[in-house]
């Protein structure tokens, strides 16, 4: 399968020496220019105030619909319940077939196997969480083993945690290394990166964890991974946007954004729908490049649906209660 | 004239209940409430009351969300529980009777002394209906008598979501007459208030905010009747809607709009002089919206030595 020039082959020529040391790397992240976060909340704030209506917003809502990860990640999931998941993920709405697939079902490990066999042949996805997911402890070997089950499982991608821990601490050399590790065990199954942004206290903070990595090689750059107070929001999600914008202006490589955790209304939704076509373009409005870390958020989009191509409000006894 | 003569008063923001809350419109919007043509008082009649909050189709897409959430938490309370609450509501009612007896003179163009009198009657029937809630199970509910070695039993359950369109002339006691009932059986209800006298309604939210009655229980709208009753008929997620207040042809809009989703619809009463308000209400209003589960049990009598029956 042919590569997209990004990913394993490892950073580009032209930022290939920042990765030398630690020492270079951090002398590298702690070069990037700070974020000035009253400004940046007060724009995310500002392109969420932008009205979408009619057939702009028939648009939105599809699209959203086809950037949806639909996911469960919780103790108490069942092959039972990744099989309905996988049902809705096939047809979001039964009562209206012209609702597109969502892109991928996102599901832990042991559960990957269930999920690809009831996708199969439908174009929907196997994303799987790796890597000790949700706290990213473990050791590199645990990580990469569990990596390569998710995959023997039939993951078509994979949604990895970095190590919190090491990057507050400052050795950024070692978190590249564990994902360009994961990088090389993932092969050819497109590779997220989870930050976890509500842990990582600053916006300068997720700016470097974004620039480390998209230079480890991943697909994706996402925000969170569900389970803390703090998920996906307009202001951390735009931090994730500039550094795409500006990777891909340094280097020429396309890398997707994936906020994840906390977005439950088709309003929120296209609210980072506009974030995204104002701040990386719309090159990333396509479900290859932005996605939305969601489950709940689905029903909300197809009562969205309804209203718009029936003219009444529509409630969560029409949609699918999961 | 003195100083003390000179103080201005304090005038009153009313404003929707929605979830427990009391927003202004969505919309921003605001209409003039005035007293009514018969209305006393110093500066006559027609005289401007107030400015009323004029709600758009969001406002009750928001109550039916606020609605909804709060049905389970108060249909699953005990029959008990939630006449103890309705009592509270009707204490409330009596401490604020001087608020209301003004209000409704104003809006009605009644003297005080009737006024009062509507009052005390809307606090009467509440506590009438809150009485009702542990014993409409009794009344409306059945143990059946079948052909088999089972239990029948019938009891009625809350409809969920009711929109009330209330009464366009009685502003308090047809009011009262009208939503006591919906919550007194577990329901929620999203009330459209008297379009020209919606100001004892906004009134009656704060005595229900502050009477233990959960946020989103009750939600009122003032404005335009026949602006935002055909949003809540054409609501998916409204499972039934009272149309008291609406005339016969908005009736029938509505009623049109509701049955695409087979609401339960409460048809305006046929009588042209009206309803009485005053009047013995009866169980009508209690039993309109509820259904009825029937539950078929073994006896558990059938045993080797064959049936009891």
Redesign the interface.
Known sequence: MPRIPTAAAGPPASLADVTASDGALRRFLHGLPGVDPVGLEARAAALGTRSIKTTAKAYALDLAVSMIDLTTLEGADTPGKVRSLCAKARTPDPTDRTTPQVAAVCVYPDLAATAAGALAGSGVQVASVATAFPSGRAALEVKLADTRAALAAGADEIDMVIDRGAFLAGRYLEVYEQIRAVREAAGTARLKVIFETGELSTYDNIRRASWLGMLAGADFIKTSTGKVGVNATPANTLVLLEAVRDYRAATGVQVGVKPAGGIRTAKDAVKFLVLVNETAGDDWLDNRWFRFGASSLLNDLLMQRQKLRTGRYSGPDYVTVD | MSQADARLSVLKTYKLYVGGKFPRSESGRVYEVTAAKSAGGAAGRGRWLANAPRASRKDA?DA?AAA?KAVAGWSGATAYNRGQVLYRVAEMLQGRREQYTAEVADAEGLSKAKSAAQVDAAIDRWVWYAGWTDKVAQVAGAGNPVAGPYFNLSAPEPTGVVAVVAPQESALLGLVSVLAPVIATGNAAVVVAAEERPLPALSLAEVLATSDVPGGVVNVLSGRTAEIAP?LA?????NAIDLTGADAELARELEV?AA?NLKRVLRPSADPGGTDWTADPGTGRLTAFLETKTVWHPTGSLGVAGSAY
């Open positions: 897409r039916v909804r949003t054409a609501h998916q997620d409204v709009a695409d």
